[in-house]
């Protein structure tokens, strides 16, 4: 069987990543998505197992210790990392991996996997991403402000990604995403 096709999806939080994959995976759905592990506490209607394993600090870190994440980073106070062994299982089957990271998983990423297709979401404007933070009603508002200070370092590093895409029209944007991960899998 083939080598399988690693892809990291990268933006702000709550620039829409999430919103994307769910539409990609309902269109597509042999595409298999990472579950990462973080010590954040679940939001409300999220489930350990299928939206993250939720776990202490110190059982994080005994996993960064053995080599068991493929790349880690602390994000607003909050760990997460994503399981090394279900990325590599995956590959090796000939399947496509997506990673919903931040940047400096991203960066990490580039130097073990630098065959990954590295996506990057930007939002239309600052304005329109704290407005959807704000109306996903999720975080505090001192969390909110610790999310909008971290996109604007973010969003200057868009450039080195393989691609941008503008999450403005949801469907423009799947679109976008949907046509440069195939053009990258049939070449
Ligand atoms: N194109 C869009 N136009 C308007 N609202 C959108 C669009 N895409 C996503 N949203 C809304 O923005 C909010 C944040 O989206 P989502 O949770 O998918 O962001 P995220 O990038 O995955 O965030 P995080 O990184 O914090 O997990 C949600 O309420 C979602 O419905
Ligand atoms: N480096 C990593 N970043 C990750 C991972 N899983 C999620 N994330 C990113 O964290 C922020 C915040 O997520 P939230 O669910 O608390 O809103 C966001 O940018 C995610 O993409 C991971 O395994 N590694």
Redesign the pocket.
């Known amino acids: 069987m083939g080598k399988g096709k690693l892809v990291v999806l990268t933006g702000p ?1 709550g620039v829409g ?1 999430g919103t994307l994959l769910r539409a990609l995976r309902r269109r597509h759905s042999d595409l298999k998505l990472s579950i ?1 592990v ?1 010590t ?1 506490s679940p939001r409300s209607g999220e489930v350990d197992g299928q939206h993250y394993y939720f776990l202490t600090r110190t059982t994080f870190m005994d996993m960064v210790d053995e080599g068991d994440l493929l ?3 602390e ?2 106070g ?1 760990l ?3 399981p090394r062994r279900p990325v590599e299982d995956a590959i090796a089957k000939g399947e496509t991996i997506i990673l ?3 940047l ?2 991203a960066r990490q990423i580039r130097k073990s996997f630098p065959s990954a297709l590295r996506i990057f979401v930007l939002p239309p404007s600052l304005d329109a991403l704290e407005h959807r933070l704000r109306q996903r009603g999720s975080e505090s508002d001192e969390a909110i402000a610790r999310r909008m200070a971290r996109a604007r370092t973010e969003i200057q590093a868009s450039d080195e990604f393989d691609m941008t895409v503008v999450n403005d029209d949801l469907n423009v944007a799947l679109e976008q995403i949907e046509d440069s991960l195939y053009a990258t899998l049939t070449c």
């Open positions: 939080s990543k990462s973080t954040r790349e880690w980073a994000f607003a909050n997460y990392g994503t919903e990271i931040e400096e998983g």
